[in-house]
């Protein structure tokens, strides 16, 4: 069964929203990320990282399985959207109270005063994160990504100008502190005024077992995936060190900020998408099989890619402070790599209906990321091997999504090669072609705009000799929003 024409456009016009507020938002943080790099010390990154291993946590409780459970309900009422919201806000509440008397406790248990004073701040993030929770859910549901991307904008924006003057006026770790709660509260506060909705604090008691029902699993998912994945930050900053911890976290985050666009748009996108179709196996696969391909063709090229300049980038860009964390990102660009396809078969999952499938697959992946954790750190004692580890598990990962999509929605292991293979050929030809331009007499910024240039040109014109579908497709689209553009009104 093929989708509708309007579906098509609603759903995969929803996506390129998502991808635009994502990347707009990114790419001014990866900017402004390099700046505060370029200013601040490892050591000032190491000290947030162990601050986020807790503020996370909360912040799960606090978002994850409300927001998941209104979108995916066929028809959510202003009862369940209010319900929603004040077990977000008073459980939000709990938790901050919780973290400020926790705090001193955590600075002794990693020998570091300013941990104190830095959770009691930023904790306050877990409360601001509660208040736009269930209207974020709400826009979600109507489709309505076009509000997000000015809300996103506003925030980021405004935030890094914080960061920045902060740092370089010599606040150190407090210029990170004021950057990420300046994001938020501005963040929430744009979205309230984009966004028509008023929620009210009332609970009632039928609304909040329907959620729980859906939501309570989905919750149980991410708790599990989140204190387990925290698991490797939390012993690291301990028997290594803040600037170890730096490297690994950083490491990450630079081919993070540039799969969670693509990540996050997904599983924001699709989720509603996958649920309007839950009972209608065919369409669930054609839409299952569209984000795979696309996802894919856009994140491959962008991970080998930096895996191939990871240590022209540091050197150049972050400067040779930073010269440790090479590894950690080229070990993270393979992680991320396939994220696309593990997201997309989640999200399918989900909308089935199926929490308990994921939330089983979640929990084993992450059984098998705490072993090799334990042992990389204990008897291994070495901070890469804990990377290794989370690649290891990744693989894992990859294995049992693919089981499931194959036995819930007919989406076989064929069918899942053909649609990821060519992508990451191509991907990989370009990240040989990008590394082998080290070995000319290219140094520095020229190397690195050369090296970017030419992967981009390698990719393209490969896509176009194999007449790559997604290529195709992302080229008709873009012709069409042009033609558009250009048709006078009547």
Same mark, same amino acid.
């Not at 004073?117 to 826009?139: D, E, F, M, W, Y």
């Given at each position: ?30 900017? *402004? ?258 984000? *795979? ?198």
């Amino acid at each position: 069964m093929k989708l509708k024409r309007n579906e098509k456009t609603g759903i995969f016009g929803g996506l390129i929203w998502s991808f635009g507020e994502r990347i707009t938002a990114q790419l001014v943080s990866a900017i *402004v990320g390099i700046i505060l790099a370029r200013l601040l010390m490892p050591e000032d990154y190491g000290v947030i990282s162990i601050v986020f291993i807790f503020i996370t946590i909360c912040d799960i409780l606090v978002t994850s399985g409300f927001g998941t459970a209104l979108v995916q309900k066929q028809e959510a009422s202003e009862k369940d959207f209010n319900t929603a919201f004040t077990m977000s806000l008073f459980m939000s509440v709990a938790l901050y109270i919780l973290l400020f008397f926790a705090a001193p406790l955590i600075a002794r248990y990693y020998e570091r005063e300013i941990l104190d004073p830095v959770i009691k701040v930023l904790g306050v993030r877990v409360v601001i994160t509660s208040v736009n929770n269930i209207q974020h859910a709400k826009i979600r549901r109507e489709m309505a990504f076009r509000k997000f991307f000015f809300a996103t904008l506003i925030g980021t924006v405004i935030s890094c100008l914080v960061g920045v003057v902060m740092a370089y006026s010599g606040f150190g770790v407090w210029a990170l502190v004021a950057q990420y709660l300046t994001n938020s509260t501005i963040d929430t506060i744009a979205l309230f005024v984009a966004d028509d909705w008023r929620p009210r604090i009332c609970y009632h008691k039928d609304s909040a077992a329907r959620i729980f029902s859906f939501g309570g699993r989905v919750l149980a998912t991410d708790m599990t995936y989140t204190i387990l994945g925290s698991i490797s930050s939390f012993f690291v900053g301990k028997y290594f060190g803040a600037s170890e911890l730096a490297y690994y976290n950083e490491g990450g985050k630079y081919p993070s900020l540039i799969i969670s666009n693509i990540d996050s748009s997904i599983q924001e996108v699709m989720l509603p998408a996958y649920s309007r179709v839950q009972d209608e196996k065919e369409k669930l696969k054609e839409i299952l099989k569209k984000s *795979v391909k696309l996802g894919i063709y856009v994140v491959a090229p962008l991970m080998l890619g930096l895996l191939a300049i990871a240590d022209v980038f540091v050197d150049t860009v972050l400067t040779e402070k930073w010269e440790e964390m090479v590894p950690f990102i080229r070990i993270w660009c393979l992680i991320f790599l396939t994220r696309p396809f593990e997201s997309s078969c989640h999200q399918a999952i989900l909308g089935r209906g199926r929490s308990d499938v994921t939330f089983r697959i979640i929990l084993l992946i992450n059984v098998v990321k705490f072993a090799l954790t334990m042992l990389a750190i204990f008897v291994l004692k070495n901070v890469l091997w804990v990377a290794i580890g989370v690649l290891v598990s990744t693989w894992v990962s990859i294995v049992c999504f693919s089981a499931k999509v194959k036995v819930l929605i007919g989406y076989r292991f064929g069918e899942q090669l053909v649609d990821v293979l060519p992508s990451l050929l191509l991907s990989a030809l370009m990240g040989i072609a990008v590394y082998s331009l080290q070995y000319t007499e290219l140094r520095g910024v020229v190397l690195l705009l050369i090296q970017i240039l030419t992967g981009a040109a390698v990719y393209v014109s490969l896509s176009v000799l194999f007449k790559l579908e997604p290529y195709i497709y992302l080229k008709n689209l873009l012709k069409e929003k042009l033609l558009k553009k250009n048709i006078p009104a009547d």
